[in-house]
């Protein structure tokens, strides 16, 4: 069974940094590109990020381009997002998503918290 189990999230302060993780298993890692959302309550579900297959090619919201990175390891199955001068805007859940042709899968989310 696919699994993406997201990790790394918690409360930061304006400002500051945190690194998210996205361990894969049940699947053919390498294959998919993956994919970074977040969703805020009462808000439509974002994309924050995505990455091709191998890393060659990344994209970013706007509101993330030059603060936020997306990178992968294949040999660990694990999609990273590195947050940097986190703004309060920035709370939300975070959720990694993997896609291969028709086949989409979700993570389930960890909690960033951007507050003083």
């Known amino acids: 069974q696919v699994q993406l189990v997201e990790s790394g999230g918690g409360l930061v302060q304006p400002g500051g940094s945190l690194r998210l993780s996205c361990a894969a298993s049940?699947?053919?890692?390498?294959?998919?590109?993956m994919s970074w959302y977040r969703q805020a309550p009462n808000k439509e579900r974002e994309l924050v990020a995505t990455?091709?297959?191998?890393?060659?090619?990344?994209k970013y919201a706007d509101s993330v381009r030059g603060r936020f990175t997306i990178s992968r390891e294949n040999g660990k199955k694990t999609v990273y997002l590195q947050m940097k001068s986190l703004k309060p805007e920035d709370t939300a859940v975070y959720l990694c998503n993997a896609v291969r042709g028709f086949e989409i899968y979700w993570g389930q989310g960890t909690q960033v918290t951007v507050s003083s």
């Open positions: 990455i091709s297959s191998f890393g060659g090619n990344t």
């Open positions: 049940g699947l053919t890692f390498s294959t998919y590109g």
